[in-house]
């Protein structure tokens, strides 16, 4: 059971920080235009990501296509030609005489044809998905361009850390490109004009695959969402669970940056793409991680591999692969919290369960088996105690937590200093 929480301030605070944040990644803190979603159906770096990710929005569309090719309505339109009279079923008072005479006269034809308004709607979409990937192919040229700049400019980086992601989101735009084009070249997709102009019809409504490319027609570069900052951002992609995962993220951020009062330095990698993936629209690829100088690291979506290799201190599963939330790492004193967010007010089994996992499993290579972890906390927006009966009833108090190093936490916890200040005896 999910719970209503966001207000509109909360919706504005997530897009501003996901929106600088993405911007930084594709751009290098470059300002560029088509970063934004400019209207229903423009699309931006961050959705063409989404989309063109294996089985995700481009896949599921061509394969409805593929299907349509081979069950393709079929209409009817009447065609007026000058004709023999003894073709003319129905005949004009006026052309009578000619036609007792054997001249010609106007002549009603029935005719198939593939150009009803349900095809030309397919045509104008495939018309319209061709645009925006010819689009985006020159954005990535001239955000590429802006990044290799911003590189040579720092002197102090080695290399350009966003040059495979734009390999990445090159490749994958010629790949459709190719196949949207080959598509339009096909059966009845090729006798008909250039972005046609159409109009709903009750069959693309009711026919079953016409229907879901319809679908796909309407949730394309769907709802947007304005900030503070003016910039735009999809949200009808991020599901309500990721949302409040950001929302954590960025809160736990900003309070330890008032916290330390150091402004922490962004940092990113792609992941592998058979490593633990969600098959969720919005997953995300990569490992954040926000350093604060050389005292904490927090670590947004972090893999913790059941492999005890890399250097030592590297941190390793003795269980299964792993990857929480947010770990909270104090570099001097080699502590570690990890946290984990759930938008949910009941609260399952399974969930107080992965906290142990995580504090029980995770070492440190060279460490001689000791846990890695301090402290395991289940992030929520609400505890309610009455709807989750079936777990431990001191489960949410601060001593137990303290004690047994596991429990629940609400957000507003997390951006109280008192808090920190609690649960953190070391040394920061």
Not at 62 to 82: A, M, P, T, W
């Amino acid at each position: 059971m999910e719970v209503d929480f966001f207000r509109q301030e909360d919706y504005e605070y997530v897009i501003e920080n996901l929106a600088q944040i993405w911007k930084w990644i594709f751009l290098k803190g470059y300002s560029f235009d088509s970063f934004n979603v400019r209207g229903r159906g423009g699309l931006s770096l961050w959705l063409f990501w989404e989309y063109s990710r294996d089985g995700g929005f481009y896949d599921e569309l061509l394969r409805y296509i593929r299907n349509l090719l081979n069950n393709s309505r079929i209409g009817l339109i009447q065609r007026s030609e000058v004709g023999k009279p003894y073709r003319a079923r129905r005949m004009k008072s006026s052309d009578y005489v000619r036609a007792l005479n054997n001249l010609p006269v106007v002549v009603e034809r029935t005719l198939s044809t593939y150009r009803v308004q349900e095809n030309l709607f397919v045509a104008h979409f495939v018309d319209k998905i061709l645009s925006d990937i010819h689009e985006m192919k020159e954005v990535l040229k001239i955000a590429r361009r802006n990044s290799d700049i911003a590189v040579k400019r720092d002197e102090d980086e080695k290399e350009n850390e966003g040059k495979n992601i734009f390999d990445d989101l090159e490749a994958r735009a010629d790949k459709y490109y190719r196949q949207f084009l080959g598509l339009r070249g096909m059966g009845f997709l090729k006798e008909i004009e250039k972005f046609p102009q159409f109009h709903i019809t009750s069959a693309i409504l009711n026919s079953p695959l016409y229907a879901k490319i319809f679908q796909k027609y309407i949730d394309y570069a769907g709802v947007l969402m304005r900030g503070p900052i003016n910039r735009e951002l999809e949200l009808s992609m991020l599901s309500n669970y990721r949302f409040f995962e950001l929302y954590v993220l960025f809160k736990i951020r900003d309070t330890l940056k008032n916290y330390l009062h150091i402004e922490p330095k962004f940092e990113y990698k792609v992941l592998e793409r058979n490593i633990l993936e969600e098959m969720e629209l919005d997953y995300f690829l990569m490992e954040w991680d926000f350093h604060y100088d050389s005292k904490i690291v927090l670590r947004y979506q972090n893999t913790v591999p059941a492999v005890e290799g890399g250097d030592k201190g590297d941190l390793f599963s003795i269980s299964v692969w792993m990857r929480p939330d947010f770990m909270i790492e104090v570099i001097s004193e080699g502590k570690i919290i990890v946290l984990d967010a759930k938008y949910k007010a009941r609260l399952e089994r399974y969930d107080i369960w992965q906290m142990h996992a995580y504090k029980d499993a995770i070492r440190r290579k060279g460490d001689k088996g000791k846990q890695a972890i301090s402290m395991s906390l289940l992030v929520v927006p609400e505890y309610y105690k009455e709807g989750n009966y079936e777990l431990y009833s001191k489960i949410d108090d601060y001593e137990v937590i303290e004690e047994v190093g596991t429990g629940i936490v609400e957000i507003f916890d997390l951006t109280e200093p008192a808090f920190w200040k609690r649960f953190w005896k070391f040394k920061i």
